[in-house]
């Protein structure tokens, strides 16, 4: 019976195509905000449905059969050619839609509170931001019709095309309380952990560990570990008197200002850590050269404090 296009063969076939370009099926999942069980389901069912197999079976990395690599360029000519399609109608309706892709604490923390600066600067220009960590390339931000991307760590995703980097001096802090409490000698000082601070993290500890490489751990007694997927949830755990996290001077400078964040170690900042602004070619054009010429002008802004790295007290203890 041949196989006709329909509304669950075309789902499929999008989980198929963010398999391929994921190359894991828990990347894909990440991507697509499911869980990977679901990913491997979609594409079991587009085999069946099909009538042969798209993937090697046994191969430890994704491999596609001869059929599958046919049905993925099809696939993704398809779903280009569809959001190119969407693109220019939205352009003839006289509006333009920048698309951002960020990594969720800056986004969340401080971009999304600040980006009523930039529509007013531009009110012609719609925005749309996505919380994402996933590694882009121009080709991978071309495909999402991403314009600009915001990624962390020591250095860009792969083949990624940098228009400007931040550098974001990172350290400990907790809350006023916190730091008070665990100053007894002792007691547990419990280490709130990002466990993917970027795509290519070789551990969940591994933003920890660098800066207790440079700096030694400065505690006595006993260290308890707290792990979580997002930034955020570890800032937010600091917050609520939970422990010490490390933290990025433009997400914490707002809660160093008003008091709720103190550094947990003095002066103990480390250096090395960014964030990279990516696009799709140089220069950029149109509404993502007015973002980035925007976002570049707001980073090297006033943090929110005067004196970011200023300690007010710590829990070094000599």
């Known amino acids: 019976m041949p196989v006709r296009l329909d509304a669950r063969l075309v789902g499929d076939l999008f989980f198929f195509r963010a398999l391929v370009e994921a190359g894991g099926f828990a990347r894909a999942g990440d991507r697509l905000a499911v869980t990977q069980s679901a990913v491997t389901q979609r594409i079991q069912r587009l085999e069946q449905r099909l009538g042969y197999p798209l993937l090697e079976r046994g191969a430890r990395e994704i491999r596609l059969t001869a059929e599958g ?9 398809g779903f280009d ?68 991307a915001i990624r962390y760590g020591p250095a860009p995703p792969p083949g990624a095309t940098v228009v400007f980097d931040h550098p974001e001096p990172v350290y400990p802090v907790c809350a006023p309380a916190y730091r008070d409490a665990a100053a007894t000698p002792g007691g547990a000082v419990v280490l709130l952990h990002d466990a993917t601070p970027w795509e290519a993290a070789a551990t969940v500890s591994e933003e920890w560990d660098r800066w207790l490489r440079v700096h030694g751990a400065p505690w006595d007694g006993r260290i308890q570990n707290l792990y979580f997927n997002l930034a955020q949830l570890a800032l937010r755990a600091s917050l609520g008197g939970s422990g010490i996290a490390l933290g990025r ?14 550094p947990a170690c003095g002066e103990a900042v480390m250096s090395g850590l960014r964030y990279f602004v990516l696009v799709r070619a140089l220069p950029p054009a149109g509404p993502a050269a007015a973002f980035v010429d925007w976002l570049g002008q707001s980073m090297a802004g006033p943090p929110g404090s005067p004196e970011p790295f200023r300690p007010d007290g710590a829990l070094n203890r000599e």
């Open 81 to 148: 050619g569809m959001g190119d399609a969407l693109l220019r109608a939205e352009r003839r309706e006289g509006r333009e839609t920048l698309r951002i892709s960020c990594i969720p604490s800056l986004a969340s923390e401080w971009l999304a509170p600040r980006l009523k600066a930039f529509s007013d600067r531009h009110p012609g220009i719609d925005v749309a931001v996505f919380g994402e960590t996933h590694d882009l390339d121009p080709d991978r931000m071309a495909q999402s019709g991403i314009d600009v």
């Open 69 to 77: 690599h046919d049905l993925f360029a099809a696939a993704r000519n």
């Open 249 to 262: 001077s433009l997400i914490v400078a707002p809660y160093r200002a008003d008091g709720r964040l103190v």
